[in-house]
């Protein structure tokens, strides 16, 4: 009964690294679209984008011309994989025959730019051989997938060794897509890599509760920036713009970077996209019960009312502060078991109730921010199974949150809306624009 009806794993609150120095050199020399990678994702930490080149997003527009690549007519080409218990030596040697002797000048020539006993294992080596005389004239260790290490032999037999910084080239591509069932199937068979559709599904966390208010038919589109290593997609970037449209209502986000370096969402008029409220204090859920003046109580057997939102969810979910605020209540206190309250304002406080265990650093007048996770989903108290109690209330009386629209926070300061117009148009017509020229390129093939 408490399976979250999610069909994803609850995304980490894990920290992201920032990309390495060479990509961001290799990146700006790229001369492309520079948004704050640093902040954005990690070379390690994103799964790799699905390889989905037979369902291809609506279109890419290519901001840089990729160069084909060079391919030597009079070498072969071998490859291996420097294996788990063997060495490089030992892959020269063995696999390759590479005779002893020359296997030290190899290992002799790298040492100025990488020691080769220290390349670790599952690095794929590329061999080159003439075709003539079979002797091995070239070794390209793929030491990432944006660094090679090259060893190449001159006229004088000499190895001369050189690493190779691949360019990484950022296109933005367009993905569109209408809801079936619901925004996770509707987005990754659009194409879109799981992270991405975490990152979209959060942009509008103020806005949209993508659990619960959005139906089939309802359309979304993005202009995303992809990266791309020898024609191959080689990592997602930031999204540009997201766009929903829930029956009349229309939604758009555009990502804008303020004189302070922060990146943030914003509506056509510089408004930001957050407000003072998260939609739901849960990520994943569904709810069980409703606000009501009047219900049976199914413990006590009696006629009460329900003064807040019931959501089932499995026993240790994340339970999230909607807004910023300093906690009044945290601990145990009777019936509600495990409970945190919070006053956000003067009007409004929050209340989280039957919780597991309470989150980390969540004391009583303790401060959190929106976002924040006070407890974790349990039973505590006179609760009968795992769920969230949540109750909203203002000027001291239990409202229903459910529908409620909270002002939102910030707008871009006049000084800087110009501008902000100006690139937000900018985006928007090249989400059109990119839409648009696929339909016709579909329509009149070029001659
Ligand atoms: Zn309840």
Same mark, same amino acid.
């Given at each position: ?7 994803? +794993? ?54 840089? +011309? ?44 790298? #040492? ?48 001369? +060794? ?17 809801? #079936? ?74 990502? $804008? ?26 990520? $994943? ?90 407890? $974790? ?8 199974? +795992? ?61």
């Amino acid at each position: 009964m408490s399976e979250s009806s999610a069909p994803h +794993p609850q995304r980490g609150s894990g920290k992201r690294r920032g990309l390495s120095l060479a990509v961001l050199s290799a990146t700006l020399a790229a001369g492309v679209l520079i948004g704050s990678y640093l902040k954005s994702f990690s070379l390690t930490e994103r799964p790799q984008p699905p390889s989905r080149e037979t369902s291809p997003p609506v279109a890419e527009v290519p901001l840089v +011309p990729l160069s084909p690549p060079e391919v030597p007519s009079d070498l072969i080409e071998e490859e291996y994989t420097i294996g788990q218990n063997s060495s490089v030596y030992h892959t020269l040697l063995l696999a390759a025959k590479i005779p002893n002797e020359e296997i030290q000048k190899i290992i002799a020539a790298a #040492t100025t730019l990488s020691a080769l006993h220290k390349i670790p294992r599952n690095t794929k080596l590329s061999l080159y051989r003439n075709v003539n005389t079979s002797q091995v004239v070239k070794l390209a260790f793929k030491l990432s997938p944006l660094k090679i290490l090259i060893l190449q032999q001159n006229a004088a037999h000499e190895w001369i +060794p050189a690493l190779e910084n691949k360019e990484v080239t950022t296109r933005e591509s367009v993905f569109a897509g209408t809801i #079936t069932e619901n925004l996770w199937n509707s987005a990754v068979s659009a194409g879109i890599d799981p992270q991405t559709v975490y990152t979209f599904a959060d942009i509008f966390s103020w806005q949209i509760d993508f659990d619960r208010e959005i139906r089939p038919s309802d359309t979304w589109r993005i202009l995303v920036e992809r990266q791309y290593v020898e024609q191959k997609p080689f990592q997602w970037g930031n999204i540009l713009v997201a766009e929903y449209r829930k029956g009349d209502e229309y939604f758009v986000a555009v990502r $804008y970077k303020d004189e302070n370096g922060i990146s943030g969402y914003y509506d056509m008029n510089g408004v930001s996209v957050k407000g003072a409220f998260l939609k739901s204090p849960l990520r $994943y859920s569904r709810i069980s019960s409703r606000f009501q003046k009047r219900r049976f109580h199914p413990l006590l057997r009696i006629n009460r009312p329900h003064l807040g939102v019931d959501y089932a969810a499995v026993r240790n979910t994340p339970v999230r502060a909607v807004g910023d605020g300093r906690i009044e209540v945290a601990g145990r206190v009777s019936s509600n078991g495990i409970m945190v309250k919070i006053r956000h304002s003067e009007l409004y406080q929050t209340a989280y109730k039957h919780l597991q265990r309470l989150g980390k650093g969540i004391k009583k007048n303790g401060v959190v921010e929106q976002g924040q996770i006070v407890g $974790y989903v349990g039973s505590t108290g006179m609760a009968t199974g +795992p769920h969230l109690h949540f109750e909203f209330y203002e000027n001291g009386v239990y409202k229903d949150p459910l529908g409620k629209r909270f002002p939102r926070e910030k707008s871009i300061g006049p000084k800087k809306l110009t501008q902000y117009k100006e690139t937000a148009e900018n985006a928007m017509q090249r989400l059109n624009a990119s839409y648009v020229n696929n339909l016709r390129t579909d329509v009149v093939p070029q001659s």
